[in-house]
């Protein structure tokens, strides 16, 4: 996925979706917090830089 093409409203949903902690049901495995990833900053990098930081 390129990020520079992708819209900025794409970018928050996506940026929130990695950020939330989903608890383990019988139907779909836990999942923590993905702040910590290279994708994630990645996708931190370019909003800044769309907002001019």
Known sequence: MKLNRTSTKELVAIKTR???VREKTA????KGSETASLYYQHI?????KREGK
């Open 18 to 20: 990695l950020e939330t």
């Open 27 to 30: 139907s779909q495995p836990g």
């Open 44 to 48: 931190v990098i370019e909003l800044n």
